[in-house]
T-cell receptor
Framework: DAGVTQSPTHLIKTRGQHVTLRCSPISGHKSVSWYQQVLGQGPQFIFQYYEKEERGRGNFPDRFSARQFPNYSSELNVNALLLGDSALYLCASSIFTGGQGATEAFFGQGTRLTVV | AQTVTQSQPEMSVQEAETVTLSCTYD???????LFWYKQPPSRQMILVIR??????QNATENRFSVNFQKAAKSFSLKISDSQLGDTAMYFC????????????FGTGTRLKVLA
């Protein structure tokens, strides 16, 4: 079975540009989350989507946005890129089990974004 | 706010030996999970072990086990019979069992297993 897939794997952008990162969850997983991992740090929560609705947002500026599509894949968009946006962007999917909570998150290999 | 602290930036262990990675966390909640994830150079975060806060019994997965001390808010990972493939960054993470289910990660411990 395919795991969480992210594209592209590497990306170089110039300050001020816009970037779109893509994520396909594990089949059957309806929840997708995005994390930013700056070099030497643990991942920081950006967004979570479930059934195409935003369920949570971390402490990131409005330049960051995301959406989830009917097939549960997701895009993360970042506008007006800054040097500080250089990081590994991780996507994770999980299953919500209603009253039982959620399964653990399964992560993709990430997109390495470099802003120059 | 919830925080997760890993006080050991780097550790090393000889192959076949045992090593313990430390993690402390802070929360006022009662319903949460704790996780250890491994991130090898391939970058993919891989679940090592998870612990439900309401369970007193420590979780075990093959060579990996945890020492969960809820009152002390401590969640250490013990790796027995260390293997070269265990070399990686290890992240401790906290997650609520409701709401956004977002993860709060520590800063990680880089573990190197020596031949």
């Amino acid at each position: 079975d395919a795991g969480v897939t992210q594209s592209p794997t590497h990306l170089i952008k110039t300050r001020g540009q816009h970037v779109t990162l893509r994520c396909s969850p594990i089949s059957g997983h309806k929840s997708v989350s995005w994390y930013q991992q700056v070099l030497g740090q643990g991942p920081q929560f950006i967004f979570q989507y479930y059934e195409k609705e935003e369920r949570g947002r971390g402490n990131f500026p409005d330049r960051f946005s995301a959406r989830q599509f009917p097939n549960y894949s997701s895009e993360l968009n970042v506008n007006a890129l800054l040097l500080g946006d250089s990081a590994l962007y991780l996507c994770a999917s999980s299953i919500f089990t209603g009253g039982q909570g959620a399964t653990e998150a399964f992560f993709g290999q990430g997109t390495r974004l470099t802003v120059v | 706010a919830q925080t997760v602290t890993q006080s050991q930036p780097e550790m090393s262990v000889q192959e076949a030996e045992t090593v313990t990675l430390s993690c402390t966390y802070d929360t006022s909640e009662n319903n949460y999970y704790l996780f250890w994830y491994k991130q090898p150079p391939s970058r993919q975060m891989i679940l090592v072990i998870r612990q439900e806060a309401y369970k007193q019994q420590n979780a075990t997965e093959n060579r990996f086990s945890v020492n969960f001390q809820k009152a002390a808010k401590s969640f250490s990972l013990k790796i027995s019979d260390s293997q070269l493939g265990d070399t990686a960054m290890y992240f401790c993470a906290f997650r609520f069992n409701s709401g956004t289910y977002k993860y709060i990660f520590g800063t990680g411990t880089r573990l190197k297993v020596l031949a």
